[in-house]
C-alpha cells in the first residue's frame, strides 16, 4: 500500500470514486491543508444539504400521523432558538423537538460522504464518540443536538481546553450527565466523575476510595471526585427556573452560572485549594487543570494512536509520548490538536502500520457511500444499516463512546451483518445510493463483455492493491454466477448490467479487504 | 472500553488453563440431548440493590432516602415481602418484581446482599470490566481473556459451535478470547443469502490471515451449523415472552437451548441502570422488566426438560444516601441473583451489617460477599467443574450453600 493510499484510509472516510479532491502521492501539503480546515462547510456539501428533503412525521392529539418532506432548517440554529422549539411543540409525538438532531444526523452521512475537508469530518468523529452522548436519550438533548454538533466540529482541530469548556457547557452534556441539576445540598456527582475518568485524566489515574487526594500520585480519588461536584455546582443550564447571578430566570438554552446552588465552601482538590467564594471561576480552574495534566495527554494521545495506527502500541514505540509532549507543549494554544496530528502523521509508527485498523461500523458504511461514487439520499434505511451493526450515529448508550478496536467489531453477528448490509446498501430497490452518469456502477456498465473483466476492472477501483489471490478469483466466480453477471442476458441489457454491477460492488463490500482500512 | 481488548487475546494463563481440561471431556462438536445451560446477566449501570432488595424497616435507610427511594411496608405500592432475610428486619422485594417474587417463594430464587467486586473503584466501566474478566484490579483485567472464555478454553467449549452465545448484537468482553464464541441477537437474521453467496464468501475468507478471516470463518461455519439446527424450529407463542430488548435475548437463549445446540454458557445484558436522577420511575420500569423477563425465560426453560442456572450482578450498587436530583451516586455492595431449579432459593444469604454510616464503606454498603464465591460455587456445583485458575489468585471462601446437591 502507498503512503498515499494509506493516509487516505485513515484520515479520509475511504477512496471516493471520482473524487474531484484525491489525497495526492505526496500527501504532505494535502495534509497541512486539511488541518487548516475552514469551520463552515464546503460549497459542495452545502449544495447537498440544501437538496436533502427528510421525512417528519407528527401526530396530533387524536394521535393522526401527518408526514412531510422537509429541507434540513436547523443545522445552523442558535442554542436560543433551538431552546424555544421544545416549548413550541404541538405534535402529540414531540417528533419536532426531535427533529434538530434527526437533520444532524442525516447531515453527517452528507458530510462525511463529499466533504472535501475529510479531516475534520473525522476528528468530528473521534471527538464525538470521546464526549459521547446519547443524542435521543432525552427531548432535551436532542432538541440542542445541532449546537453540541457545532462545539465538536468548531473545537476539532483545534485547542482540547476550549472545546473541553464548551462541551462541559453545553445543554447536551449538562444534562446527559446529570450537571444541570446539580445542587450544593447534595451534589450529582455524575458529571464529575466522568469528565476526570473518560474525557481527561483516564482510569489509569483513577486511585479508588481512597479518603486522601491524589496529588502526589498524579491522579484523583473519590474524595477528589465529590469536590469536583461540589466545585462545579451552580453550573446549569438556563432553563427558565434557575437564578442567574442578576436574579433573573432566563429561558435560553444557554450555560449559566447559577450562585444560590453553587457549594460556597472552601475545598481541597488534587491536593490544591479551592478558597471559598470565588463562584464560577471555580469550575474554570478545574478545567484548566484538568486540560492540563499529563494524565489527559496520555489519554488523549493514547485514544488518537488506537484511532489511526493501530489497536495497541507495540514495544518501543515512542508515538504516543512524542504526542503526549506535543500535547502539553500546546496546552491551550489554538493550533494543539492539529500539532499533535503532525507527529502522528509524520511518525514511523503511522507509516508502518498498513492494514492494522478494522473500520467501525460507521466507516464501513460511509467508505462504501464514497467509493460508489453515487449520490447518496440519507435516509432511515442508513441508519437502520447503523443500528443493525450495533453503532447509531450519535446514540451509544453509554458515555464512554464506542470501543475502537477490532475484537469489538468482528464477532459472529457483526460480520454477518455487515456482508448483509453491504448488499441492501448497492441495491437499487433501498434508494440509498441514486443512479447517475457518474456512478461507479454506471462507469463499469458500459461497454463490457464478460463477468471477469468487470471484476478486472471493478476490484482496484474498490479493493486497491490489497486485494487477495483468493478474493480476486472468489470474485471472478461469483460474477459468473447466474446471480449476478452470468447470463448473456444480463450482460446484454444495460439496466440488468447496472443491477448486476451494483450487487458486485455490494459482495466487494464484504470481501475481508474492505473491512480494513 | 478503556482496555484493549486484543492485548486481551494472548492470554498468559492459557496454556495452564488447557493442561488443566478436565480428561474425557469430548473436545469434538456434539450436541447433548440436553443442555445445563449457565447463563450470565450483566445488570449495566450500577444497579440499586437497595431499591430492590431492603429492609423497609431499617431506622438508617429513613434517614439516607427519602420514600420514593425505599421499599414501603405498607400503603399503596408496598414492596413485597420476603421471608428469610440475612436480617431480623422487614425484608421486602420492590413491588414490580412479582415474577421474581413467584420464583423466591418457589424455591428458585436466592438473593445475596451485600455482593459485589472487592475493589475500591466507583467507575462503571473498571467495574464491568472487572465482572466480565473475572478479576478485581487494574493489572489482572489486562492480562486476562473474559471469565466465559477461560471457562470455555480450560473445558474445550471454546471451540464448539455454540456452546457459548451472546444474545446481544456484539461479543461481551466476558467472552473474549473464545474465537468460538456466538452472538445472535435475531435468529430469522442469522443467516447469508444464496448458495452462490455462500460460496463467494467462503472461497473470499478461505485464505485470510488475522482478525477478520478468523471471525469471518467462525461466522459462516456458524450460519451453516445453525440451519441445520433450526429446521423446523417452531418459535414459543406469541406473548410468552416481552418486546424489549432483554426479554428478546432470554428467549434467543432459550431457542438456543431447546435446538439441541450444544449451549453451555450464555451471556445477556440488560442497560440502563445509572440512576443519578429521577430514579424512582425508571427504576421501577426496569425492575419490571427484569422480572418480566427472567420469569418468562425460566418459565419457558423449565418446560423444556433442559437445566439452566443463571446468575444476575451489576458492576456495583449505589450510595445509600441519595443525592437531591431524586437519584442515587455510584456506590459498592449489592445484592446478586442466583436462580434455576437446582438452586436452594427462597432465602436472602450474605453477610449483612446494616446500614448505620459506622458500618459503611465510605457511604456504601460494604462488600461482604466476593462476587467471585457465587460464581466459583455456582460454576463448581451446577457444572461439576471448576478449572484451576479460573479466578486466578481467589482463594475459595467456604460456600454459602445456594446449589442443592
Sequence with gaps: MSFSDLVTSRFTFGMRFNDPQPVPSAPAAWFNGQLAAPSADDASVTARLAQVMLPLTTTDATGTATTQSLPLTHLTLTPEQ?????????????????????????????????????????????????????????????????????????????????????????ASMMYYLNQAQSVAKQPNENFAREVMELHTLGIARYLGETASAGA??????????????????????????????????????DFIFSPNIHDTGAKTLFGQAF???????????????LANHPGTAQTVATKLYVHFVQDVPAPGDTLVANMVQSFLLNAGGATQIQQVLQILFNSPEFAASAGQKIKTPLQFLISLLRVSGAEVNPQSNLEWGLSNLGAPLFQWS??????????????????????????????????????????LFAQIAIGLSSPTSVVTLLAPLMLGSQLSTSTSSALDLYAASSEILGSKGVLGDSTKLLAGVRALVGAMAATPEFQSR | MLVSRRSLVKSVALGSLLAASPAGMKLSFAAPSSSNLLLFVLLRGGMDGLNLVAPSDDADLFAARPAALRLAASGTGAALPL?????SNDWRLHPKATQLKTLYDAGQLAFIHAAGIPASSRSHFQMQAFAEHG???????????GWMARYGLATGLGTQNFALLSADPTLPPSMSGAAMAISMPTPSQFTIGSAARTSFLQAAYAGTTGTIGTQGRVALNAVGAFKTLSAGFKPPASGTYGTDSFSTALSVVAEVTKLNAGLQLAEVEFNNWDTHVNQQGRFASSVATLSAGLGSFMADIGSS???????????????VKSNASGGTDHGHGNVMMVLGSGVKGGRIYGKWKGLNPSVLDLGDVPVTTDYRSVLSEVISAVRGDLPSGLFAGFTPTPALGLISA
Aim: proline residues 4%; glycine residues 8%; charged residues 15%.
Design chain 1, 82 to 170: 433551538l431552546w424555544a422549539i421544545q416549548a413550541a411543540d404541538t405534535s402529540a409525538n414531540t417528533a419536532l423537538t426531535r427533529r434538530p438532531a434527526d437533520e444532524v444526523v442525516a447531515a453527517a452521512w452528507i458530510r462525511g460522504s463529499f466533504s472535501p475537508w475529510q479531516l475534520q469530518e473525522v476528528m468530528t468523529d473521534f471527538w464525538h464518540n470521546h464526549f459521547s452522548v446519547d443524542a435521543y436519550q432525552s427531548n432535551t438533548i436532542a432538541v440542542m443536538w445541532p449546537a453540541y454538533d457545532q462545539v465538536i466540529r468548531a473545537g476539532a482541530l483545534g485547542s482540547f481546553r476550549a472545546m473541553l469548556g464548551a462541551v462541559a457547557k453545553s
Design chain 1, 216 to 253: 502526589e500520585a498524579g491522579g484523583y480519588s473519590d474524595t477528589d471526585v465529590t469536590n469536583a461536584a461540589r466545585v462545579l455546582t451552580g453550573w446549569t443550564i438556563a432553563d427558565g427556573n434557575k437564578v442567574a447571578a442578576d436574579g433573573s430566570k432566563p429561558a435560553t438554552g
Design chain 1, 275 to 289: 478558597p471559598a467564594g470565588v463562584g464560577q471561576a471555580e469550575g474554570e480552574h478545574l478545567l484548566d487543570i
Design chain 1, 398 to 439: 453509554t458515555p464512554n463512546g464506542m470501543p475502537d478496536i477490532a475484537a469489538a467489531w468482528t464477532g459472529t453477528n457483526d460480520m454477518i451483518r455487515r456482508w448483509s448490509l453491504a448488499s441492501q446498501v448497492t441495491a437499487a430497490s433501498t434508494k440509498i445510493l441514486v443512479d447517475a452518469p457518474t456512478t
Design chain 2, 83 to 87: 421471608a428469610n432475610g440475612p436480617s
Design chain 2, 135 to 145: 478479576v478485581v484490579d487494574q493489572i489482572s483485567l489486562n492480562n486476562a481473556n
Design chain 2, 305 to 319: 426438560g433442559h437445566k439452566v442456572t443463571a446468575i444476575v450482578m451489576s458492576e456495583f450498587g449505589r450510595r
